[in-house]
């Protein structure tokens, strides 16, 4: 946060010394609390939780990851679980899983059920 309010009073000094306009001042102002906003919304953590379940609800695999790292975790978790591969869920089924996490998808976006009763279940929180 410190950088941030550094940033602002290297703007008012660049006002102050006249190296831009006050309108400019008010730009770069504005773009920069934008900007600051931004990056507060991305630090609250959103967590993607990927559950296999057994015909019996017995959790096969439990995984949680932050949102920041979708790519690898899902990509990982389908290389690393045969529980995974059998629920029926393709390459291409978790490329449009991953892109609706990364638009803002929330809550439960995957509950699939294979043939010999196992289950995925992919929240986002």
Known sequence: MSNYKDEKLQILKMIEEGKITSQEGIDLLEALEDTQEKNIENIKAKWVKIRVYDA??????????????????????NKISPDLKVSGISEEDLKGIIEAIKNGAEGKIVDVESENGQRVEITVE
């Open 56 to 77: 019996e609800e017995n959790t096969k695999v439990n995984v949680n990851l932050p949102i920041s790292l979708i790519d690898a975790g899902i990509k990982l978790a």
